[in-house]
């Protein structure tokens, strides 16, 4: 199987199974001398894993992680670093039922038609468990960020039909609610909400909104390696995203070029933008001003209600999807498009640094 792989310079290959004996990546490019521990990326990893509320699943994973390679004396040797997390509480019992059956929402009639062959307990390679590997990696490329003075951070922005309005941000409540909202407010009524839902036995999905800030001028390539290409690429592949756009992103046609335009203004030196619209990008490259995603994650697909289905062999039928599945799997997505963001900054720093002469020569 290929498509594994994300990046150039700093490169990720994640793999491994939901049921498998464990789950990983194997970052290639981080440069040595980085301090990396795995409490470090055990951090990251404790935001996505489950068990976390009653709006998440109740599979009960540590999802400790393991340092095999790339790291001596508690910092990067510029070799690959390989991560393991060991799954250790898979009930692939409760997927006898679908071997034969292909779920609604899933990958697994493509899968079974592209490779003659699928692993069905938990989805095997198409779990969302497969985001342990780029949470992690993320977590290695966040150090790397906060070393240049780099932020990235993502969050909650709407639940279904609540939305958190921008006025009306308080990233201080982001820790202090299982939904990941800047307001405790909205988080509130969103959990009543899906509540609801899980007593009638369905799912909701919503928007996560991802920021980074004192990014440089000049990240990305103005043709095929966009910068907002790329991350698009990079929060796209995440499984239950079927949607991204960059700044005012689809409410820009709406507008028109004078009220979308971003004026430039000069003080004391220093070029700004007067407003935003743009999020962070232009013609592919960033320009300075706060980098601005936001990604819509589709409802989750493992509901326990019946649904109408067909088997292997053709036939009608319907299915009852037993096991333990999130309401809603925004609250856990949000490292995940945090992680993806970071690694997709990181691979472009590297290669940034070939974009001119003077850049050579100050290295060499």
Known sequence: MSGSSFGKL?????????????????????????????????????????????????????????????????????TPISLLVRNQD???????????????????????????????????????????????AGAVASLILNELGISVRAYTKSIGPFTVSQE???????????????????????????????????SCGGIIECIADHLPVGLGEPVFDKLDALLAQAVMSVGAVKGVEIGDGFQAPLSTGSKNNDPFRAENGRIY???NHAGGTLGGMSD???LVLRAAVKPTSSIARTQHTVNTSGENTDITVLGRHDPVIVPRAV??????????????????????????????
């Open 10 to 78: 700093f490169r990720i290959t994640t793999w491994g199974e939901s049921h498998g004996p464990g789950i990983g990546v194997v970052i290639d490019g981080c440069p040595a001398g980085l301090a990396l521990s795995e409490a470090h990326i055990q951090k990251f990893l404790d935001r996505r894993k489950p068990g976390q509320s009653k709006y998440t699943t109740k599979r009960n994973e540590a999802d400790s992680v393991e340092i095999l390679s790339g790291v001596f004396e508690g910092k990067t040797t510029g």
């Open 90 to 136: 898979q009930r692939s019992r409760d997927y006898g039922n679908i071997a034969e059956l292909f779920r609604p929402g899933h990958a697994d009639y493509p899968f079974t038609e592209k490779y003659g062959i699928r692993d069905y307990r938990g989805g095997g390679r198409s779990s969302g468990r497969e985001t342990i590997g780029r949470v992690a």
């Open 168 to 202: 009306d941000y308080r990233f201080s409540e982001i820790e202090e609610n299982s939904l990941y909202m800047p307001s405790n407010a909205v988080a509130e009524q969103a959990g009543e909400y899906i509540s609801s839902l899980m007593a009638e036995r369905d």
């Open 273 to 275: 933008k007067e407003s």
């Open 288 to 290: 300075g001003s706060r």
């Open 335 to 364: 490292v995940v498009v945090e992680s993806m963001t970071a690694v997709t900054l990181v691979d472009l720093l590297l290669q940034n640094m070939t974009a001119r002469m003077e850049y050579l020569k100050k290295i060499y």
